[in-house]
């Protein structure tokens, strides 16, 4: 049976509307919509039971019931809070938060920015045990989603207190995350933006996380000090390539001192979390002889104008050869963007994510 069929049965099973409506054809679920018989629970349980329906949904509704299309949207942010109840206190000031939230809320809202304004309704993030001060709170809906949402930093190890090499740190919700999953971490920040610093070594002090070293300098494949393209616009998207210069039009370019990943690997690391906006193919060659050393990888790959289109290839091979498997996925922001149509995107700038755990551990 079709999706349009499923789709259309579930409606009128939930609706209780009479069977002469089948074949439920699109007509027929128009129809249905338009007796304005929508309610929040029938969104919420047909998105529980058929996923998948939900982008034909609010295509569907989109001209019909904008009411429709916006308990949809509300009813995937009210899953998703749910789903982050493991780092936000869904206590009753969460509860005010979240009306307002939705009060505010548009006929099609954004479930991203409807979860960030319940989880950042100011200039912090507010999580059970911690509370984070951010350089942009625009950039905070994609971070709620890559590290808390989706768990792209997850790793596990039998280590009680791993060794975490955090490259990009950035405000810190990365450290919040790897200290509760383990909350004894050996923890090395690297920021070398002087506003994104301070607000990490803020936010460390005021959490009292322990083991926390953060370094001012910018992991690359030298020890030389280099241009930072530091991004206005996006505290997110410094990098030492121009990379930044291309997709941003405020740039502030500094001089930052700089380290080789290599020098950190002497003993074992239980996640290398490398987030550097275009370098990550130079730092992980210049560190390749002692790789081994690694139990779990994250790198986010960058590509974009003036970068080797080879490197992502360079990357997966260099791993491969040192002992990874790995397993590659659109980065959450790229997903977003490319996810219909994806090869009217070929060639336009994009973000990939690499995840390695060693064939062999330990060596």
């Known amino acids: 049976m079709s999706l349009k069929s499923l789709l259309g049965r579930s409606v009128g099973l939930l609706l209780d509307v009479p069977l002469r409506f089948s074949p439920f054809s699109d007509l027929a679920i128009r129809r249905i919509l338009q007796q304005g018989h929508a309610r929040e629970q029938l969104v919420s349980r047909l998105f529980a039971d058929n996923p998948d329906a939900r982008e034909f949904l609010i295509e569907l509704c989109r001209e019909t019931n904008p009411r429709f299309t916006r308990a949809l949207r ?14 936000v206190d869904l206590d009753t000031d969460i509860e005010r938060r979240r009306q307002d939230a939705f009060d505010a809320a548009s006929r099609v809202p954004d479930v991203e920015k409807v979860i960030c304004d319940i989880v950042c309704p100011d200039d912090e993030v507010l999580l059970k ?12 809906a994609v971070l709620i989603q890559e590290i808390l949402v989706n768990q792209d930093y997850y790793f596990a190890t039998d280590e009680q207190a791993p060794r975490i090499l955090d490259c990009g740190s950035h405000f810190g919700l990365a450290i919040y995350y790897f200290k509760h999953l383990y909350p004894e971490a050996r923890i090395t920040a690297f920021e070398p933006v002087p506003k994104n610093r301070d607000l990490l070594l803020e936010n460390v002090r005021r959490n009292d996380w322990k083991d926390v070293e953060v370094l001012p300098c910018a992991i690359s494949d030298s020890n030389e000090p280099a241009t930072f393209f530091a991004s206005e616009n996006c505290s997110m998207a410094g990098s ?14 500094i001089e930052v001192p700089c380290r080789r990943l290599s020098e950190f690997l002497d003993e074992p690391v239980h996640f290398l979390k490398l987030d550097i906006e275009g370098v990550e193919d130079r730092v992980l060659a210049e560190a390749e002889p002692k790789l081994s050393n690694i139990q779990h990888i994250f790198c986010e790959y960058h590509d974009g104008e003036g970068l080797d289109r080879c490197r992502l290839a360079k990357i997966l091979t260099l791993l491969d050869r040192v002992g990874f498997d790995t397993h590659t996925s659109k980065a959450w922001a790229t997903a977003r963007r490319s996810g219909t149509k994806p090869i009217e995107y070929v060639a336009e700038p994009l973000s990939m ?11």
């Open 240 to 253: 030492l390539t121009e990379r930044a210069v291309k997709s941003s039009t405020q740039i502030e370019e």
């Open 74 to 87: 509300l009813a995937e942010a009210e899953k998703e809070l749910a789903e982050l109840a493991e780092f």
């Open 353 to 363: 994510c690499i995840w390695g755990k060693a064939r062999k551990w330990p060596n």
């Open 129 to 140: 045990d911690a509370r984070l001060r951010v350089p942009q709170r625009r950039d905070v």
